[in-house]
């Protein structure tokens, strides 16, 4: 499996970005797929996943209500809808494949993208 995340970015405050993960090796119904975040110096935070079947999405707490993860089955690519953006969300963001039908913990994840930068000034 091999992912490729884009579209981060530097914005301000309260703008948008909408963060992709295209998929290849698999397709989106054999894979759990989710989107982590890692601050400078800090470890890497779940954001967002969802499951194989596209029928259950899961949040972070932090970001529930901003956040709004999709797939588009036909392109393979999982997307992230980040909105109403805060300092607070700067970090390099993941996007990771697991074989867990849901799970928050990046060691359950067994590949991983990239990483693509999003800075949030205030």
Same mark, same amino acid.
């Given at each position: !499996? +091999?992912? +490729?995340? $884009?579209?981060?970015?530097?914005?301000?405050?309260? %703008?948008?970005?909408?963060?992709?993960?295209?998929?290849?090796?698999?397709?989106?119904?054999?894979?759990?797929?989710?989107?982590?975040? &890692?601050?400078?110096?800090? @470890?890497? %935070?779940?954001?967002?996943? !969802? $499951?194989?079947?596209?029928?259950?999405?899961?949040?972070?707490?932090? !970001?529930?209500?901003?956040? *709004?993860?999709?797939?588009?089955?036909?392109?393979?690519?999982?997307?992230? +809808?980040?909105? $109403?953006?805060?300092? @607070?969300?700067?970090? /390099?963001?993941?996007?990771?494949?697991?074989?867990?039908?849901?799970?928050? !913990?990046?060691?359950?994840? %067994?590949?991983?993208? &990239?990483?693509? +930068? /999003? *800075?949030?000034?205030?």
């Amino acid at each position: !499996v +091999q992912l +490729q995340a $884009s579209g981060g970015g530097m914005v301000r405050a309260g %703008d948008s970005l909408r963060l992709s993960c295209a998929v290849s090796g698999r397709t989106l119904r054999d894979r759990l797929i989710g989107w982590f975040r &890692q601050p400078p110096g800090k @470890e890497r %935070d779940f954001v967002a996943a !969802v $499951s194989g079947s596209g029928t259950s999405m899961y949040y972070a707490d932090s !970001v529930k209500d901003r956040f *709004t993860i999709s797939r588009d089955a036909a392109k393979n690519t999982v997307y992230l +809808q980040m909105n $109403s953006l805060k300092p @607070e969300d700067t970090a /390099v963001y993941y996007c990771g494949s697991s074989r867990y039908y849901s799970s928050a !913990v990046a060691a359950h994840y %067994d590949h991983w993208g &990239q990483g693509t +930068q /999003v *800075t949030v000034s205030s």
